[in-house]
């Protein structure tokens, strides 16, 4: 059965701090990785990871791949209150795509 | 863009009665799938659609639950009869060729209270 591990469960930092979070996965014919950040409603896409070691960015926020150990990171630099969400990662299989728990972030002002 | 629209937004309803919760997908989009979210086991797929045809519904946890998607621009998900753990956040999503280079949007989802 494909498994997306997320961790830390959550975490609270201040302002200004520095996030890294970890997604590990189990699954068979994998093709992407994705991660969302989830607020108060829907999932709204960050990122879609297919390759090893080729880094994406969004402002404060990046993400890379590593297909050999299985993992992904997601950092977000200089957080502010609005990144205050729970962060989805999800492994695409085939046309599925199997969501890890969530990490919740919180940022204090 | 609309985006994925869904309806209604929340729904109360008394154990035993039957629930329909609808989507309307992103014109365009080929795939459509629907999950269910709660605080124990997260996000999970339940049904999913590729050009109207049911594709994979290994998901859907009893005969309780059923889906349709009659046409590229309607879906249904549809529990009778309802029962309290069915309490949830019931997500539709919608992509174009099922994924693959395409990420997957979510509409705003139905909270569903079962009492």
């Known amino acids: 059965e494909d498994k997306v591990v997320q961790s830390p469960l959550s975490l609270v930092v201040h302002e200004g701090d520095t996030v890294t979070l970890n997604c590990s996965y189990e699954?068979?014919?994998?093709?992407?990785l994705l991660w969302y950040k989830q607020e108060k409603k829907a999932p709204t896409f960050l990122f879609m990871l297919?390759?090893?070691?080729i880094e994406k960015k969004s402002g404060r926020l990046s993400s890379i791949l590593d297909k050999k150990e299985l993992f992904s990171i997601l950092n977000i630099t200089a957080t502010q209150t609005g990144d205050s969400a729970v962060y989805l990662c999800?492994?695409?299989?085939?046309?599925?795509?199997?969501f890890g728990a969530g990490t919740t972030v919180t940022v204090r002002a | 863009d609309a985006g994925v629209i869904q309806s209604p937004r929340h729904e109360v309803t008394e154990m035993g009665q039957e629930v329909t919760l609808r989507c309307k997908p992103i014109?365009?989009?080929?795939?459509l799938f629907w999950y269910r979210q709660t605080m124990m086991r997260g996000l999970e797929l339940l049904i999913y659609?590729?050009?109207?045809?049911?594709?994979?519904d290994s998901g859907m946890p009893e005969d309780r639950f059923s889906a349709k998607m009659p046409n590229a621009s309607f879906s249904t998900l549809k529990i009778q009869p309802s029962e309290p753990r069915d309490s949830a956040v019931y997500f539709c999503?919608?992509?174009?060729?099922?994924?693959?280079?395409?990420?997957?949007?979510f509409g705003n989802g139905t909270r569903l209270t079962v009492t």
């Open positions: 999503a919608s992509s174009l060729v099922a994924i693959r280079g395409s990420p997957l949007h």
């Open positions: 699954v068979t014919n994998f093709r992407s």
């Open positions: 297919t390759s090893s070691g």
């Open positions: 999800a492994v695409e299989n085939d046309y599925k795509l199997s």
């Open positions: 014109s365009g989009h080929n795939s």
């Open positions: 659609f590729n050009n109207n045809v049911p594709i994979d």
